[in-house]
Nanobody, 127 residues
Framework: QMQLVESGGGLVQAGDSLRLSCAVV????????MGWFRQAPGEEREFVGG????????KYADDMTGRCTISRDNTNNTGTLQMNSLKPEDTADYYC????????????????????WGQGIQVTVSS
């Protein structure tokens, strides 16, 4: 059974950077796309960005383009979300997720594509 474990969240100030990590355990291969989502209180879960298995395919939400970079290490089955120039409106719970069903070199923005999810990690950006 695949499990995802996020780490690296916390409280930062506006303008700071933060790196979130996602460890995929219980699965030997890296034949999946990985996505990052976030959910603010009272809001729907939204796509932040994602990366295909070979890292050749990356996709970002419009308001994150230029402010974040997603990478992955297939040897260690980990993924990273690097966020820069953080804003108070980036405050949310962040989730990594894995899509093991669709072509692993494609990245979907819809949450329903992702089967496995991490428990979520809180990111708070103060003004």
């Amino acid at each position: 059974q695949m499990q995802l474990v996020e780490s690296g969240g916390g409280l930062v100030q506006a303008g700071d950077s933060l790196r979130l990590s996602c460890a995929v355990v219980g699965h030997r291969n890296s034949d999946y796309a990985m996505g990052w989502f976030r959910q603010a209180p009272g809001e729907e879960r939204e796509f932040v960005g994602g990366i295909g298995w070979s890292a050749g395919t990356q996709k970002y939400a419009d308001d994150m383009t230029g402010r974040c970079t997603i990478s992955r290490d297939n040897t260690n089955n980990t993924g990273t979300l690097q966020m820069n120039s953080l804003k108070p409106e980036d405050t949310a719970d962040y989730y990594c997720a894995v899509d093991p069903i669709h072509r692993p070199d494609t990245v979907g923005e819809a949450a329903w594509r992702y089967v496995y999810w991490g428990q979520g990690i809180q990111v708070t950006v103060s003004s």
